[in-house]
């Protein structure tokens, strides 16, 4: 598997890594199994937030990534407290809170740092220097190795660019959201900041399961229909030995800014064919061509630089 530098850092990260968001509790076997195997075929970048399963997650992920975890990156995220009565959450991104959330994160976590812990969004409103002040207190401290943040917002992933030294920025990106193209992946890679791309199969949309979904759904400005026209039009244009979960992967990896792509996994088979995408060929200059084509240009309507 291709290791890639986190923007000016030591930190390598593979060029897939494993979003563990979507492994949940009643299915620890296989979800401790899919942590395994994605690590034997050189996954190196796990990552989960204090947020998931009010903080089940971080628990799983640390206690099953333990007999491997000087080998690998393992990133979560802070800015989100749940409400007392566990129904909704609150946004602080204040330094109070963020220099008591991380002690919590690495207590469930099980270790005693954490490789790349990032904001988890952010508003233009914040007191961004505050939070930058937070992180940077917590890197001198050796309780983070670095930080970054993730957010779509334009505007505040500008500020923490300029005025932070974060090292990555995670934000969705797929074939059926092209936003970070207007302008954040050249932004980004002129900066030498890497970008983390979540979402790469869209919520299954990019894969074999979309015929099956209900053409009634949809994915921000795509119905589901639209977007098996889509999916048919690019079996028909690529026509490769990639699947299309692969290709998706492949195209959200084809932006050299992109580091890492993080897609989820609710099974080791379906983790199995994401990883497998690191083994195909990249996508040549003529698919990418081929994809913008058949895809919409999306643009950010909101929170714009």
Known sequence: ?????????????????????????GNET????????????????????????FGWNEEFVGKSVKPFRDKIVLSTKVGNR???????????PSKTYIKSAVKDSLQR??????????????????NMDETISAFDELKKEGLIREYGISSIRPNVISYYAEHSDIVSVMMQYSILDRRPEEEMLDF???????????????KGWLSERALQ??????????QGKE?????????????????LSQT??????????????????????????????????????????????????????????
């Open 188 to 202: 980004l890679y002129d900066k030498n900041i890497s970008v983390i791309a979540r979402g790469p199969v869209a």
């Open 30 to 53: 296989e979800g401790k199994e899919m942590i395994q195997r994605a690590y034997e075929e050189g996954v190196t970048l796990f990552d989960t937030a204090d947020l998931y399963q």
């Open 213 to 222: 979904r209900n053409e009634s759904d949809q994915y921000l400005d795509y």
């Open 82 to 92: 749940w409400t007392e009565d566990k129904k909704s959450w609150d946004w602080d």
């Open 1 to 25: 598997m291709k290791q890639n530098k986190l923007g000016t850092s030591d930190l390598l990260v593979s060029e897939i890594g494993l979003g563990c968001m979507s492994i949940e509790p």
């Open 109 to 126: 976590l099980q270790t005693d740092y954490i490789d790349l812990y990032q904001l988890h969004g952010g508003t233009i409103e914040d």
């Open 248 to 305: 998706a992967i492949r195209y959200a990896l084809h932006h050299p800014a992109v580091a890492s792509a993080i897609p989820g996994a609710s099974s080791v088979k379906q983790l199995l064919s994401n990883i497998g995408a690191s083994a195909s060929e990249k996508l040549s200059s003529e698919e990418v061509a081929a994809v913008r084509s058949l895809s919409k240009p999306n643009v950010y309507e909101q929170h714009r630089r």
């Open 227 to 243: 977007i098996q026209v889509l999916v048919q039009n690019l079996h028909s244009e690529l026509g490769s030995e990639r699947s």
